[in-house]
């Protein structure tokens, strides 16, 4: 199951520009699979995959297994509730496939039954340019900051815990990472890895079709890490309500002071804790401070 979104799309008769190696590869170790396909065959994502900025493969962590009964996890030592995840699948499927070449995938048919070589007492070398991530509610947040970060490395394994999580050797010999989407409680790691590959492709120049790109939007750079404001389209008046008036004046010093305001009076009301830490000049502050703001570090 696993290649289907790395074969090489190439491009029917127009000239093929798009770059041989792909900026970065994620491998995907999950029990669910499946749970990725439609996602990533969409949008973004998927023009990013089919011209070849980004690649994917996705590993069943069941295929590594040898038991009879391809199991996958196992009641927790010192009892309690809940199913722990062994860590021996795990551990065989990151270290085989990173052994290999970014895009390689068993073969179906080698599922089981037909694994490669695995020294099962020594680690291997992981190699340079990747990391290991788990994908669990203990991991350090996700925030854009760690996006940029993690859009760094060349590969990217990420490692889907479900049940009640993974044996403690998963993290200290394995992982060199490990991230949370937030303080919830999902039904396992998928779709937070799913968030990360989005936001991660993102920063892969030539992901977006459009020239600001990424730059943008709320959180990134180009806002000096503010929401953004509000925008409007057709109709000018919808139910009654119009555009406001700058937008439509034609001057665009004054559109851009109105965009930066409404985006300074947007964070101040949803997300005064990120006025905390973000470089706001002499003149931010003081806007900041007639629309009610009082810092907590004043300054
Ligand atoms: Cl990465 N996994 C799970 N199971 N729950 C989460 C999460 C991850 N991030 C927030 N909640």
């Not at 962590?61 to 009964?69: E, F, G, L, N, V």
């Not at 919830?184 to 779709?191: A, H, Q």
């Not at 404001?229 to 139910?239: A, I, V």
Request: charged letters at 20%.
């Amino acid at each position: 199951m696993s290649d289907f979104l790395d074969e090489n799309h190439s491009a029917t008769g127009a000239v093929d520009t798009t770059p041989d190696t792909p900026a970065i590869h994620f491998d995907v170790f999950t029990l669910f699979p499946q749970m990725f396909v439609s996602p990533l065959s969409e949008s973004i994502i998927y023009r990013a995959l089919e011209n070849r900025l980004i690649s994917i493969a996705l590993h069943n962590i069941r295929d590594y297994t040898i038991d009879r009964h391809h199991i996958c996890d196992d009641t927790p030592y010192g009892g309690g509730g809940g199913m722990v995840m062994k860590p021996t699948p795990i551990v065989r499927a990151v270290e085989s496939v990173l052994a290999r070449s970014a895009g390689w995938s068993l073969p179906p048919e080698d599922a089981y039954e037909n694994l490669p070589p695995w020294e099962e007492t020594t680690p291997a070398t992981r190699p340079v340019d990747t990391a290991v991530i788990l994908l669990t509610p203990q991991g350090r947040p996700l925030t854009q900051t760690v996006v940029a970060e993690l859009h760094q490395f060349k590969r990217l394994a990420l490692v889907c815990g479900r049940y009640e999580g993974f044996d403690e050797r998963v993290r200290t010999q394995l992982a060199t990472d490990e991230i949370s989407i937030g303080d919830y409680v999902l039904s396992g790691g998928e779709l937070a890895a799913m968030v990360m590959i989005d936001a991660v492709t993102r920063l892969v120049p030539g992901a977006l079709g459009y020239a600001l790109g990424a730059h943008q939007d709320s959180h990134s750079p180009g806002l000096g890490g503010l929401l953004e404001g509000p925008q409007y389209t057709r109709p000018y008046t919808f139910r009654g309500e119009p555009v406001p008036d700058v937008l439509i004046s034609g001057h665009h010093a004054n559109i851009d002071r109105w965009r930066h305001e409404q985006s300074l009076m947007r964070t101040l009301a949803r997300r005064p804790e990120l006025l905390e830490t973000l470089p706001l000049t002499a003149a931010d502050r003081a806007f900041l401070k007639t629309h009610g703001w009082q810092p907590r570090s004043p300054g």
